[in-house]
């Protein structure tokens, strides 16, 4: 079934017709690594992650880029705080963004370029910019010329006036117009810097997402994507260079936003102190439980995020790894899971999560009322698809928020009690019931023996 996008360049839903069909082209914007990423960072990279799963099952090669910032100001403040090389400071948060992702269920891109890593790249596409009379230097920077590309402003739909007003611009002497941007500047003896033909420097921001995208996938590339906070002026800029630098060819065919968190209502920020880590929150609630939350609203509206929310999650989560637990001794051929049509179909329809997991749902009922291994195995597909259901049923529910409880302690407390209600001592067995509980351990009698859960929100 054909997919379709809904794209910000034409501002419409379009069917998605990849340059080359072997070879299709995805660059979603990573994280610039100077902290642990707040959970809004994690709904791009959860949403952009199954769409990379379903364009994999419509094309035999796709090749996914999501690039990692690792020069940048707020890295170079950390680094003068703390009294350490930048090395120190982007090294320990690409680690924790990485396992931050993996415990999302994100599989890894399959080119995950650092900005240190292309500063060639990114010197030889400045100086193309300025043969071609797209930039110009001026002391010790370089920017670009926005009255120089007559489309400035398109992507965004905004005119130069409010685009200057939103990003409250810097308004340096140097440049001839307030909109132009830095591509290039001159780096302070304590600041990391790069020797170039303008002297020894580093990047601007917008500049090495640009290059960075056009060495991996070329000039012109089917899919940028990133959060719509990111729609001006970065992709905004991205757009004007990089069409500029590479003789006025198309730079993005679709471009794909996901909209911003909200928590309770409102918008998160710092200065409201609602700014929630997600390395914070995997510490307390089931990774699975954050990635299905991340995708329980469409990817371009407004998500709210909350406790009772969390809470929905996990319990929806139960539900459904409650009918495969049940389900455990259905055999079933693992090798080649199907997917369901109508998940699948939701998900074409310009990625609509809300809509594959409310036919995730119908599938769970369906495995609980049939039983058998087609119906588990449909489950278990459509789940795939979305990066859930991944895990063995046992160990979901033997997990205590963002970690594991001690399954030898409950193990031997379980048999303590069993051996307590053999000999009719009750009391020892009530007993051992409610330090269980104590523990956030439930506990269900049953045919098939003792089964244990434990709360994980």
Known sequence: MPISLYNSRTRRAEPFEPLNPDRVTMYVCGPTVYNYVHIGN???????????KLLRRHYPNVVYARNITD???KINTAALEQGVGIEAITGKFTAAYREDMARLGIAPPDVEPCATAHIDPIIAMIERLIVDGHAYAAEGHVLFDVASYP?????????????????????????????????????????????????????????????????????????HAGGNDLLFPHHENEVAQSTCAHGGKLFARWWLHNG????????????????????????????EALRLRLMSGHYRQPLDWSDAAIAQSVSTLDGWYRVLRELADVAMDTAALPVSEKVEAALCDDLNTPQALAELSVLADAARAQGTPEAKAALLGGGALLGLLQQDPEAWFKQAGGATVDATRVEALLEERRAA???????????????????GVAIEDGAQGTRWSVAKA
């Open 151 to 223: 489309d400035y402003g398109k992507l965004s739909g905004r005119d130069t006036e409010e685009m200057i007003a939103g990003a409250r611009v810097e308004v340096a002497p140097y440049k001839k117009n307030p909109a132009d941007f830095v591509l290039w500047k001159p780096s302070t003896p304590e600041l990391p810097g790069w020797d170039s033909p303008w002297g020894r420097g580093r990047p601007g921001w917008h500049i090495e997402c640009s290059a960075m995208a056009g060495k991996h996938l070329g000039e012109t590339i089917d899919i």
């Open 71 to 73: 020069v940048d100001d």
């Open 42 to 52: 994690a709904r791009g990279p959860v949403v952009f992650d199954v769409l990379a």
């Open 421 to 439: 209600r053999a000999a009719r001592d009750f009391a020892r067995a009530d007993a051992i019931r409610a330090e269980l509980a104590a523990m």
């Open 260 to 287: 911003m968190l909200t928590f309770d209502g409102r918008k998160m920020s710092k200065s409201l102190g609602n700014v929630l880590q997600l390395h914070e929150l995997l510490k307390h609630h089931p990774a």
